[in-house]
């Protein structure tokens, strides 16, 4: 813009040079006005510093976690003792990540894809919709202790008591199953956020095309929109997943403060597990980290290490997905 | 825009009146392009070259007179409102197999709501309310139940949209009951090939018919619509559009199809291309402002049409 406007088409040609290659018309920054350039500067350097922060805390973490993870840790149980060559590794809460997050995302996901198939594609009616649009944003906002507070009161009652330890009617209301339940609370947003996403960036001609040749909604619902948006509710199951492997505050207290499995006797396999208490790799890092009961930090940074590549599994995997959905293809608009 | 260009090209050929005087167009406003020559800049020949005298003579009709014609879809007074704007305002038209009909009309005109009330596409729409009668061999079209009327009345739409899956199953989806995936392979391969090849996409794909549907090129998608159309089996085929998101060759090879098809099927469509229209459509109906200003054979429509605003329209003086 600006620029002077030639009104006759038959500018002369600049001293008669070769046409040159369309790369001299890439635009650079030299033309621009100092706060662009200023602006423009501070964007880029945000983005390496940011890059730098996540980089050093892997490096870190990596480092440290070679120097102090042994394989033995994987499969030993903590214990007690008086030195951390005694006292054993973290499978126990290696295996509670495990299960509280299979138990919790197998919760958020079918209910999550069917919060969002009902908002995106029904949303009747409209008011109930926007209630529970922002119902399911409040619960994205709660801070997970408060979460971890209310699943105590749930399962503490003695009608929810066939899902925890429980002696002579006393309900002890902490068990994998309670707080795989308020967990997948914490997945259910991100899984219900993106699964809209993926719906509503199918253009609505794909589903008229659908109904177009006598489909009902279900059929079209079932079988076009939510395999098209299969990458989309990957990635928020996947996020889901982090956020559930990342909790602390729900495992301290409704997953109980053991660093051991502690199974319900009576109850039988896998019930016994799932009914009793346990702990997650998160729940022993912040006990083994200084501020701690176990007070081990070489630990702490052995089972980080191993969380951290835990998420990083994740973030492959969703990245896998999405590789995935380039082969099958989009719509033009 | 695509319709603009369309008539602009038209007006070169159609108005008698500057075909004498030749006149020069209006200065163009350049910016000065570095590096580039002015004589590689384009710059509009005086006059543009004699503009041919008459209508169409330029376009060829693709189409022979039809073999025979049965009457199968009525549109009895029917109008389509969307809240309080009236998008079709009482407008009757008969559909007969063995011939293609044709809407045309300016943008907003109401012919792509008219289509879609066919096929009671209209009811998703929460706020589109419809009068009139709509009648498929001579029953009223909401006596039928939408999902039975939507296989016997299909419809192809203005972009490709093949469903995001392999081209065997876009339309095996069709032939399946609802959402069921019960029939086998085996059962349905003969009536998928048999749809691919009505949409002339059989030879192209028969050697990976695994392939993903998206990633065929724009004309196959869309010719692979259009078989997902016909492996409904359907009375009436509309088509909303199809070749407007399509290169000339893609554009040839479906105005083929479409011609060849009218036989078997009572075909509506809905063009912004005055030429195509004049190429593949046994009858035209032009639509202005939600009203049916004239329908007629398109030789009459385009070489003599009874009505002013389509003598307007046809030549280029507005849309």
Same mark, same amino acid.
């Given at each position: ?333 | ?203 192209? @794909? %028969?050697?990976?018919? $695994? ?9 196959? *998608? =869309?010719?692979?619509? #259009? !078989? ?30 479409? @011609? %060849?098809?009218?036989? $078997? ?9 005055? *030429? =195509?229209?004049?190429? #593949? !459509? ?38």
């Amino acid at each position: 813009m600006g620029a002077p406007v030639a009104t006759s088409p038959a500018a002369p040609p600049p001293g008669g040079a070769p046409p040159q290659p369309r790369k001299a018309a890439v635009e650079g920054s030299a033309t621009w006005r100092l706060t662009d350039r200023i602006g423009l500067a501070i964007c880029w350097a945000l983005g390496l510093l940011f890059c730098a922060i996540a980089v050093a805390i892997a490096v870190y973490l990596f480092l440290q976690g070679i120097k102090y993870l042994r394989p033995s840790m994987l499969v030993t149980p903590a214990s007690a003792g008086f030195t951390q060559g005694e006292s054993g590794g973290f499978s126990d809460a290696l295996f509670g990540t495990m299960i509280v997050a299979v138990m919790g995302i197998s919760i958020a996901l079918p209910i999550g894809i069917g919060i969002a198939v009902w908002l995106v594609e029904y949303g009747r009616p409209a008011g109930l919709a926007r209630v529970t649009e922002s119902t399911i944003e409040a619960i994205a906002g709660i801070p997970s202790i408060v979460l971890a507070l209310f699943g105590t009161v749930i399962f503490s009652s003695t009608a929810l008591g066939f899902l925890s330890r429980t002696s002579d009617g006393v309900v002890f209301g902490r068990s994998f199953f309670a707080a795989s339940v308020m967990l997948s609370l914490v997945a259910l947003p991100l899984v219900v956020a993106s699964t809209r996403e993926g719906l509503n960036s199918i253009p609505r001609h794909v589903r008229e095309a659908s109904y177009a040749v006598g489909k009902t909604k279900a059929a079209t619902t079932r079988r076009i929109l939510i395999p098209a948006s299969r990458p989309q509710i990957a990635t928020g199951a996947m996020l889901g997943l982090g956020r559930i492997i990342g909790d602390t505050a729900i495992i301290v207290v409704l997953l109980g403060a053991t660093q051991n499995f502690a199974p319900v006797e009576g109850a039988a396999f896998p019930f016994n597990y799932l009914r009793g208490a346990g702990t997650t790799l998160t729940n022993f890092v912040y006990e083994a980290s200084p501020t701690g009961n176990l007070n081990q930090p070489q630990k702490a940074y052995a089972a980080a290490f191993v969380l951290l590549l835990m998420v990083l599994a994740l973030n492959a995997a969703v990245d896998a997905v999405h590789r995935r959905a380039r082969k099958v293809g989009a719509w033009s608009s | 825009m695509e319709l603009i260009s369309d008539v602009s090209e038209l007006r070169g050929g159609m108005d008698p009146g500057n075909s004498d005087t030749p006149r020069l167009p209006p200065p163009v406003r350049r910016l000065p392009l570095e590096d580039v020559p002015a004589a590689r800049q384009a710059s509009p020949s005086a006059g543009g070259g004699a503009p041919a005298p008459g209508g169409f003579t330029g376009a060829r009709r693709s189409i022979g007179a039809p073999q025979f014609s049965i009457r199968r879809m009525e549109i009895d007074d029917v109008s389509v409102s969307y809240s309080n704007r009236e998008a079709v305002k009482s407008v009757s038209l008969p559909v007969r197999q063995g011939e293609v009909l044709s809407m045309i009309g300016p943008s907003g005109c109401g012919k792509t709501t008219l289509l879609r009330s066919l096929n009671r596409l209209t009811e998703l729409t929460s706020t589109a309310t419809l009068r009139g009668r709509i009648l498929l061999d001579d029953v009223d079209i909401t006596q039928i139940e939408p999902t039975l009327l939507r296989r016997r009345v299909t419809m192809v739409f203005q972009q490709p949209n093949p469903f995001p899956m392999s081209v065997f199953d876009n339309i095996a989806y069709v032939l399946r009951e609802q959402g069921s995936r019960r029939q086998r392979k085996k059962t349905l391969e003969p009536k998928v090939h048999s749809a691919l090849d009505r949409a002339g996409l059989f030879e192209e @794909v %028969k050697d990976n018919l $695994d392939h993903p549907a998206l990633k065929l090129s724009g004309g196959q *998608q =869309q010719r692979l619509c #259009i !078989a997902r159309a016909l492996a409904a089996e359907p009375e009436v085929l509309l088509l909303d559009e199809p070749c407007s998101a399509l290169d000339p060759q893609s554009t040839q090879v479906i105005e083929d199809l479409i @011609v %060849k098809l009218r036989d $078997d099927v009572a075909v509506v469509i809905v063009t912004h291309n005055l *030429q =195509q229209a004049y190429r #593949i !459509a046994d009858h035209v109906a032009f639509m202005y402002l939600g009203e049916l200003v004239e329908y007629n054979s398109a030789t009459a429509l385009f070489g003599s049409p009874r009505e002013q605003r389509t003598q307007e329209y046809v030549s280029g003086a507005f849309g």
